[in-house]
């Protein structure tokens, strides 16, 4: 099958946004690739290893691909990446660098597979180690838990600074036997490193159709299926629809068609995470405090720093007390406590 692919050379503090767009816009997969310079310090405490660069990106920019099987209009798809890069530029005030925009046609084989050979295991903390389900690893410990992880075309490979800081912060968190909610689970990683970590039981959200079969996906290859259940939902909107959160349905306290008991959660829950943009956090905060217990947690990331002052206002006004925040890069997590 040929394939429009869609380049846009940006900023990597942007790089989730455009994918996110690329995503709204009916792509059929989305690569970030950003900097592959030694330039940038890393952390090298848990023995991680870091290969030579394997890219000319300089410092601080990303590269987005998108691909589209047979656009009608590949015109029309260029004019909307503009637009939201004009958006993300002009109303969200971040920098987006170059916003060169390129497109081709390629061979699914060029690029469907291609990737993974940039993909390896990384240690990520203490205990947890991300492996692609095609490379072999064998643990350096016994108390060293491996997640299991295919992310496909569509998702991030865990190694994201967002995503490590929140794996990180998780795993000093986590009390066995809690109940977790996972909101933006994307491919799963955040579900089943808590399912892995002695969750009781973990319930993950996206509002993505393609993150949902993802995310199923790599729950079953993990075998936390009978921990983890996946649903489609916007942020909490599930919970709220089956009267389960504040402004949910009057009367029967649910809706027709939503199955409290497949939530498997029990509510309130003790930890809440969410690895999502800074903008779609400050939409459902409220949300977040009505479903944690007092003295429940939430973590959450995704945050570039330009954006932390104002998640921390958002979180301080809705009641939470900030407990301490985690950076990586330029990158923020916040841990929040409900008192």
């Known amino acids: 099958m040929r394939w429009h692919e869609i380049t846009i050379h940006t900023r990597e503090e942007v790089a989730e946004l455009v994918a996110n767009a690329f995503h709204e816009m009916g792509a059929g997969g989305v690569t970030i690739e950003e900097s592959g310079t030694l330039a ?56 987006v660098g170059k916003a060169t925009i390129k497109t081709r046609e390629v061979d699914e084989e060029d ?7 940039y993909y390896k295991p990384m240690r990520i903390s203490d205990r947890l180690t991300i492996k692609p389900t095609w490379e072999r690893y064998e643990p350096e410990s016994a108390d060293e838990i491996i997640l299991e992880l295919d992310p496909g075309m569509a998702f991030g490979t865990g190694t994201h600074p967002t995503t490590s800081l929140c794996l990180q912060t998780l795993e000093k968190a986590i009390e066995p036997g809690t109940d977790v909610i996972d909101v933006g689970t994307g ?100 949300d977040v405090y009505d479903v944690l217990e007092s003295g429940g947690t939430y973590i959450t990331s995704g945050i570039y720093k330009n954006k932390a002052d104002d998640v921390e206002k958002g979180l301080v006004q809705a009641g939470f007390a900030i407990e301490r925040k985690e950076r990586d890069q330029d990158w923020i997590a916040f841990v929040a406590k409900k008192p």
């Open 40 to 95: 940038k310090e890393r952390d090298t405490s848990l023995g991680q290893l870091y290969d030579t660069p394997l890219n000319d990106i300089p410092e601080g920019e990303a590269v987005v691909q998108a691909y589209f099987a047979d656009p009608e209009d590949v015109g029309a798809l260029i004019g909307q990446l503009e637009e939201h890069v004009r958006f993300v530029r002009d109303e969200l005030e971040y920098d």
């Open 111 to 117: 690029w469907a597979h291609s990737w993974k050979q």
């Open 187 to 286: 491919s799963g990683i955040l579900a089943i490193a808590a399912a892995k970590l002695g969750a009781r039981r973990v319930l993950a959200l996206d509002l993505d159709p393609v993150a949902v079969e993802s995310a199923t996906e790599n729950v079953q290859l993990n075998g936390v299926g009978g921990i983890v259940a996946v649903m489609e939902s916007d942020l909490l909107g599930v919970l709220r629809s089956a009267g389960l959160v504040a402004g949910g349905e009057e009367g029967s306290g649910r809706t027709p068609g939503v199955d409290v008991g497949a939530l498997g959660v029990k509510l309130p829950v003790k930890l809440v995470v969410a690895n999502i943009l800074a903008e779609i956090i400050l939409l459902f905060i409220q």
